[in-house]
């Protein structure tokens, strides 16, 4: 039977932790990206049949990542996998604030993450598939904050923008190719990981919606990391995926 591939990135928590478990079974291939190695995922690897592979690297430093992937796409027997799967996840906040309150290396830091480490995975993902027979996708995580602007996160806000727009246009040159990459930008809904901490933290003074984060949160409306992990394999696994472009798990 032919193998499934998926290379995922943010795999050591939150959601993309979650994601990786819930891939783990036989005949699936993972390869993980994220600054730490998650040791539990490692384990429960072993015990699933899976095969999964965790690099340790920063995506602060895409070239680096996309050059690698390069490569290793290039060494891997394309005739044993009949699906390909991309999937952008990793992300990261600023400082809560105004764009000016953060550091010039702490902004460029967190631009690359967001977004040229996407476009570049994605640019080396579809080149190093391009002639492979099995169906190809690329999921990026986006957020409601790409489609709706907030005080206190401004960049945060410009690379999910970024992302949106990105896999349309992606969308259209892969149209037009012979077994052509499907594309989608999903909103996940609001989850409870470190990224929600971190902004129920912010001060106050520069993050009017500071309130509305430690509501959502005291009120139980934050999405477990594992309910999102499994909405967001759902929407993957349909077979209209790539119909919408710009899509939300809660659609
Ligand atoms: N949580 C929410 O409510 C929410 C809402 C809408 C959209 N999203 C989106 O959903 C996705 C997952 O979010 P989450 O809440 O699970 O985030 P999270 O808990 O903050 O986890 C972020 C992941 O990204 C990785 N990452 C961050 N900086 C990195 C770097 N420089 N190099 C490599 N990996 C890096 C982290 O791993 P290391 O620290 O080990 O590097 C971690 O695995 C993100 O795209 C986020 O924007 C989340």
Redesign the pocket.
């Known amino acids: 039977m032919a193998d499934k591939l998926f290379i995922l990135?943010?795999?050591?928590?939150?959601?993309?932790?979650a994601i990786a478990e819930q891939l783990l079974a036989p005949g699936h291939v993972l390869l993980c990206?994220?600054?730490?190695r998650n040791d539990a995922l490692a384990a429960q690897a072993q015990a699933s049949g899976a095969r999964c592979e965790q690099w340790a690297?920063?995506?602060?430093r895409p070239v680096e990542a996309a050059d690698r992937l390069d490569a290793w796409l290039a060494a891997l027997d394309a005739a044993s996998f009949d699906a390909a799967t991309l999937i952008n996840?990793?992300?990261?906040l600023t400082r809560i604030g105004p764009i000016d309150e953060c550091s010039s290396a702490e902004l460029a830091s967190a631009l690359r993450?967001g977004l040229e480490a996407p476009l570049l995975l994605s640019a080396a993902f579809l080149r190093g598939t391009r002639a492979w027979g099995a169906g190809r996708r690329v999921l990026n995580?986006a957020?409601?904050l790409g489609r709706r602007a907030m005080a206190g996160q401004a960049l945060y806000c410009a690379t999910k923008a970024g992302i949106d727009h990105l896999s349309r246009a992606m969308a259209l040159d892969e149209a037009m190719r012979p077994n052509g990459a499907k594309i989608v930008s999903l909103?996940?809904g609001?989850?409870d990981?470190?990224?929600?901490r971190h902004l129920r933290a912010g001060d106050a003074a520069g993050f009017p919606e500071k309130a509305n984060f430690i509501s959502l949160k005291e009120q139980g409306q934050l999405t477990s990391?594992s309910d999102a992990a499994a909405r967001v394999l759902g929407y993957l696994a349909r077979a209209d995926f790539g119909a919408n472009v710009t899509a939300d798990v809660r659609d």
């Not at 996840?89 to 990261?92: D, K, L, V």
């Not at 990981?193 to 929600?196: F, L």
């Open positions: 990135t943010g795999t050591s928590r939150g959601m993309g932790a990206l994220a600054r730490h690297l920063d995506l602060a996840n990793a992300a990261a993450v995580i957020s409601g909103a996940p609001v989850i990981t470190d990224m929600q990391a």
